[in-house]
Nanobody, 115 residues
């Protein structure tokens, strides 16, 4: 089993930055890729970014150029650096581990972009 726990959310002004963290624990070698998603009130969960074991990244058009996914293998941690935040980025942000079989979701961390 793999567990993932997000942290780093909070309140930030428009144009500001935040870095989210996702720590994975358990049978780490079962992880094929790590993703970030978000869900705003009344909306479906939205894919944001993926980082595969080989280092390949891909991003949703809505965040490309503003958000960066990265990892620290020594800490079993994946990060989402978010810059130039907009009010429409307000959502609960979730970490997702794509496993060899199945997947694991975190409980989410709230990001609010407001002046």
């Amino acid at each position: 089993q793999v567990q993932v726990v997000e942290s780093g959310g909070g309140l930030v002004q428009p144009g500001g930055s935040l870095r989210l963290s996702c720590v994975a624990s358990g049978i780490i070698f079962n992880i094929n890729a790590m993703d970030w998603f978000r869900q705003a009130p009344g909306k479906q969960r939205e894919f944001l970014a993926r980082l595969t074991n080989s280092g390949t990244t891909n991003y949703a058009d809505s965040v490309k150029g503003r958000f960066t996914i990265s990892r620290d293998n020594s800490e079993n941690t994946v990060y989402l650096q978010m810059n130039s935040l907009k009010p429409e980025d307000t959502a609960v942000y979730y970490c997702h581990a794509a496993l060899i079989t199945g997947s694991s979701w975190g409980r989410g961390t709230q990001v609010t972009v407001s002046s």
